[in-house]
C-alpha cells in the first residue's frame, strides 16, 4: 500500500473474524503484469507427430525454445485468444517468437488480440524473426495491436524464409 493506496495489480480479501470484526487482507495478483509461464504442447515436433499448439502457453513456449526449432514441426489446433497480453511484462505484452527456424502451419486458425509494445525493439511481431529454414503458413491475426521501432509486422518482423 503507498499512501493509504493499494496497488492496481492487489485485491482485497474480507473476512469477519470470530468477534465480528472485519479483517481486510490485501492479496497480491502474481501474474498480473507477468508473462504466462512457457506450457509444454503434445507431440514431438516430428512432421508425423508435430508439436499440438493450441494455448497461448504453447506460444510462450516456443519462444523459450526457439534455439532448437530447426527441424521442428507445429500446428494449431483451435484459434488463440491473446487478449491477456495485454498485461504482460510490465506493459510490453508478448515477447516475440524470434529466429524460427521450423514449420508452422496455423491450420487456418485465427490468433485474436495480440499485444506487443516494444517502442525500442527491432524485428517485432508474433514472430520477431522467421530465419532462412522457417516456414510460417495458413495462419490468420485479428484485432492485433503490435508497436516497435523498425521490423515491425502482425506475423513477422523479419522474415527470411519462404513463407506461404
Given amino acids: 500500500m503507498q499512501n493509504g493506496v493499494f496497488p492496481e495489480h492487489t485485491r482485497l480479501l474480507c473476512a469477519i473474524t470470530r468477534?465480528?470484526?472485519a479483517?481486510?487482507?490485501?492479496?497480491l495478483l502474481v501474474g498480473a503484469a507477468q508473462a504466462q509461464a512457457p506450457v509444454n504442447p503434445?507431440?514431438?515436433?516430428?512432421q508425423g507427430d508435430p508439436y499440438q499448439i493450441s494455448l497461448l502457453g504453447h506460444l510462450v513456449w516456443m519462444g523459450a525454445t526457439v534455439a532448437s526449432s530447426q527441424g521442428k514441426y507445429y500446428t494449431m489446433q483451435n484459434d488463440?485468444?491473446?487478449?491477456d497480453t495485454t498485461n504482460w511484462n510490465s506493459g510490453t505484452g508478448f515477447a516475440p517468437i524470434a529466429g524460427f527456424q521450423g514449420?508452422?502451419?496455423g491450420n487456418g486458425r485465427v490468433i485474436t488480440s495480440l499485444y506487443i509494445n516494444r517502442?525500442?525493439?527491432g524485428?517485432?511481431?508474433l514472430f520477431g524473426s522467421v530465419s532462412s529454414g522457417g516456414v510460417v503458413k495458413n495462419l490468420g491475426l485479428a484485432t492485433v495491436s503490435v508497436s516497435g521501432s523498425n521490423y515491425v509486422a502482425g506475423l513477422a518482423g523479419w522474415n527470411y524464409g519462404p513463407g506461404r
Fill in 19 to 21: 468477534s465480528g470484526l
Fill in 123 to 125: 524485428g517485432v511481431g
Fill in 23 to 27: 479483517l481486510v487482507v490485501p492479496m
Fill in 119 to 121: 517502442p525500442s525493439q
Fill in 42 to 46: 503434445g507431440g514431438s515436433g516430428t
Fill in 103 to 105: 514449420v508452422f502451419d
Fill in 80 to 83: 488463440i485468444d491473446a487478449t
